[in-house]
């Protein structure tokens, strides 16, 4: 599968079946998180027993609480925190996806109860639920093209193309306040419209762009 199937194919998952991963496949994620970690300057971790992560109330109506394991995302405190956690954070989440798991960003979870190795200078911003989807999700209301660019004349076909499947990229409570404007020198911006989690949704929906337009972007 590649990523932009994974795009396609992956929808937010609330409610998991028993099942726990196989450790085949947890072999391969935490080989993926080392990658990433690596990469991104942050401390993603897999924790197979999400114990009491999700034992709010909300999550236990949201279904949240039947997830088997959990990804904490965690690193450093710095002003480009939170867009690292999206951007790479998303890289694993369409990474699991290939191996035919369920994933959910959440941003409401229990601290306290999820378990992860928190070190000197560094923060936990959001969780990932994954397992098995009881139920594959739902595709999300979008906006459409127009309501999130700024580009005057032609658009070039990989900007359309990125711009596509960053339409696809969850955020917070399906706001997409973002915008993705295209200068005159080919040169691509990301508008961070403010609202809860917002910088981290702008490192997931950058992460949708460059892997639909093929281009890098600067996280």
């Known amino acids: 599968m590649s990523e932009i199937d994974a795009i396609k194919e992956r929808h937010s998952v609330r409610n998991y079946t028993p099942e726990r991963i196989q450790a085949e496949k947890i072999v391969k994620l935490n080989e993926k998180i080392r990658e990433l970690n690596e990469a991104g300057n942050i401390h993603l971790q897999l924790i197979e027993d999400a114990g009491n992560t999700y034992n709010k109330l909300f999550n236990r109506v949201a279904g949240l609480g039947s997830a088997p394991s959990v990804i904490a995302c965690v690193g450093p405190d710095d002003e480009t925190l939170e867009q690292r956690i999206g951007y790479y954070g998303e890289r694993l ?34 969780s990932i639920a994954i397992g098995y989807g009881d139920g594959k999700g739902k595709p999300h209301k979008s906006k459409t093209m127009e309501q999130v660019i700024d ?12 711009v596509e499947m960053a339409l696809l990229a969850p955020t917070a409570i399906n706001q997409q306040k973002f915008l993705i404007r295209l200068n005159e020198d080919e040169t691509v911006d990301f508008v961070d419209k403010g609202g809860v989690f917002s910088q981290v ?18 996280i």
Do not use: M
């Open 93 to 126: 989440v369409l990474f699991a996806q290939t191996l035919g798991l369920n994933t959910c960003w959440a941003g409401t979870f229990n601290k306290k109860n999820i378990g992860a190795d928190i070190r000197a200078g560094e923060r936990i911003v959001i």
């Open 151 to 162: 580009a005057k004349g032609d658009r070039p076909y990989w900007f359309n193309k990125g």
């Open 201 to 218: 949704d702008l490192g997931i929906v950058k992460c949708h762009f460059e892997i639909g337009s093929e281009r890098e972007v600067t």
